[in-house]
């Protein structure tokens, strides 16, 4: 009887030498094709800003990091402002911010490159009549100004104001731009994009905002100041209702090798098509 | 042989104290939640002023000069959990006293399954079926602009929290010993008055716990709440947009930061504070009604 057991235990310490033999290989075999892998860096490139730019900045991230697995990306959330004191501070590599830098912000040694813009699009329901608003009219709906839709060409309807929650980068964008900020008479605040859309389809009489790339065709984009949002028009300026996605970088200093090959890579060309599905509208 | 014994002895205490281990991970989480919260939740209270806090009447988090009342936010809760719970206990009740009294077998095992999966049905499918069907529904039959409001919620948390009073119910009545309604129905009583008169008050305190499980159900509930009630900080009205309790924290915790943040950690502290009221008050009750 002992004798069995001790075979079979010695069956088992075998089996477990053998496995963890093949294991330490298995693991060494992934560590020497690290090494001699050629062409990657290995360092950090700290990014931190905006929380719009979350989707595109994750999205390159994670493209980049897969090229270069040594690279140490982090990104933090904090705000285009934040972003923007924390690279001027030397907290970070790259501040990420959703405006064009102030003149005052320049002034402190800091260079803007714009890598994409976000374009936001004004949504109402498919059976409104309504095509078109000026920016004025957006911003004189979302203060409560104007409230029913036969003031602005449309149907005598409430007009029903479907917005983001405290924080979210589109609402901010949104109030930055039509001017609206913390004044917005809201009557719903979403967590998302498509809770936005989904609401807007649902009710004849609402209006929303949401970014242009998440917009289909259960909803339709209004024309403000009578230009269509479109990647086109949003590249060119004609559709004022968008922002640029901006690095933020010090003009005196230069970038870590690590930061300065992400630099590259996310300004270059070929990163295009990674912008577009991250929601945004890539400039090359 | 006394080798054995002391063996045997010793994998006793060792499964004794992995199972104790297990049950401390248990009791661990729950201190540690607490703990979590009473901490994160301090500082916001503190720089925001209490009073200013649980009292205020207006809630802009992120304006250029914020604002941290959560009033509309305890009230909204505490509507929102009544109008559940008097919509939802009288029908969780009734179906409960059906089923357990007069259902034939057949009956009973169709609909006591159906209620089964009802309690299994995600709280994000309530909400989207809310949603697309309720809101707008509500949006034409009150003729409002807008169908989000307190009322989509009350009904969709009254929905939600049938399952539990119904399964609770039905199982302490079933537990009510069969010679209790014998004798009633032996002293002349008709089965409509036994059912009434002596199940029920029998089971008094098992359908209690079921309102119970009810209130803490409806009083914690984010995700459906979050997609039917709108989420504007209003004071608390039928027809308005509303902010639960819940869905503040939850809506806003993704992108927060500073004291906005910290006032969310604020506000999941008196949402658990009032959980815990109620159920040590409910409790309370039971322990008195089991004692009379």
């Known amino acids: ?284 | 042989m006394i080798k054995k014994h002391n063996q045997k002895q010793l994998i006793e205490t060792l499964i004794h104290g992995i199972f104790l281990i297990f049950g401390l991970v248990a009791v661990g989480c729950v201190l540690l939640i607490t703990v979590y919260l009473v901490i994160s939740g301090i500082p916001a209270i503190r720089e925001i002023g209490l009073f200013e806090f649980l009292f205020g009447t207006k809630w802009a988090s992120t304006a250029d000069n914020p604002s941290f009342g959560i009033l509309p936010f305890i009230l909204t809760s505490i509507y929102g959990t009544a109008g559940a719970i008097i919509l939802g206990v009288p029908i969780g009740f009734f179906t409960a006293v059906y089923l357990a009294k007069a259902a034939s077998p057949k009956i009973k095992a169709v609909i006591e399954p159906v209620v089964g999966l009802l309690a299994g049905i995600p709280s994000v499918v309530y909400g989207l079926v809310g949603m697309l069907v309720l809101v707008p529904v509500i949006r034409v039959i009150f003729n409002v602009p807008d169908g989000t409001s307190l009322l989509a919620a009350i009904i969709v948390l009254a929905i939600m929290i049938l399952p539990s009073i119904i399964k609770v119910s039905v199982s302490a009545m079933e537990a009510v010993p069969k010679e209790y309604e014998d004798a009633s129905l032996a002293l002349g009583a008709t089965p409509v008055e036994t059912c009434f008169r002596v199940v029920v008050p029998a089971a008094k305190s098992g359908i209690a716990a079921a309102v119970v499980l009810g209130v803490g159900r409806a009083i914690g509930e984010a995700m459906a709440v979050m997609m039917v009630a709108g989420n504007v900080a209003n004071m608390p009205s039928l027809f308005e947009s509303v902010r639960f309790l819940t869905t503040a924290v939850a809506s806003e915790m993704s992108y927060s930061s500073g004291l906005q943040r910290q006032a969310l950690f604020s506000i999941a502290l008196v949402l658990f504070l009032f959980i815990m009221l109620i159920n040590a008050s409910l409790n309370l009750l039971l322990k008195r009604s089991k004692e009379k």
């Open chain 1, 1 to 284: 009887m002992e004798k069995i057991k001790r075979e079979k235990m010695m069956k088992k310490i075998t089996g477990l030498v053998i496995t963890t033999i093949l294991v330490v290989f298995l693991l060494a075999g992934c560590g020497n094709t690290n090494s001699t892998g050629g062409t990657d860096i290995s360092g950090s490139v700290a990014t931190d800003g905006s929380t719009s730019m979350e989707k595109v900045i994750g999205a390159l991230g994670e493209a980049f990091t897969a090229e270069n697995p040594n690279v140490n990306f982090t990104y933090n959330p904090t705000g285009s402002g934040s972003g923007i004191t924390a690279v001027s501070e030397r907290r970070c590599d790259i501040g990420l911010s959703s405006r064009a830098l102030k003149d005052e912000e320049k002034a402190l040694g800091l260079t803007e490159t714009v890598i994409a813009y976000d374009g936001i699009a004004i949504i109402v329901n498919s059976g409104n009549p309504v095509t078109s608003l000026s920016l004025e009219d957006i911003a004189k709906i979302y203060t409560g100004e104007i409230t029913n839709w036969s003031k602005v060409g449309g149907d005598d309807a409430e007009i029903v104001l479907i917005g983001r929650e405290a924080g979210s980068g589109t609402r901010d964008g949104f109030e930055a731009i039509t001017g609206t900020k913390d004044v917005c008479q809201y009557r719903q605040e979403l967590t998302s994009t498509g809770d936005v859309i989904t609401t807007v389809s649902q009710n004849p009489n609402a209006i929303g905002y949401a970014s242009l790339a998440s917009v289909g065709d259960s909803v339709k984009a209004i024309s403000v100041d009578g230009v269509t949002p479109s990647e086109n028009t949003v590249k060119d300026g004609s559709y004022v209702v968008q922002r640029p996605f901006v690095l933020v970088t010090r003009t005196n200093d230069n970038l870590s090798f690590a930061a300065q090959t992400f630099f590259d890579y996310i300004t270059s060309a070929e990163v295009s098509e990674i912008i577009s599905n991250a929601g945004a509208v890539a400039i090359k």
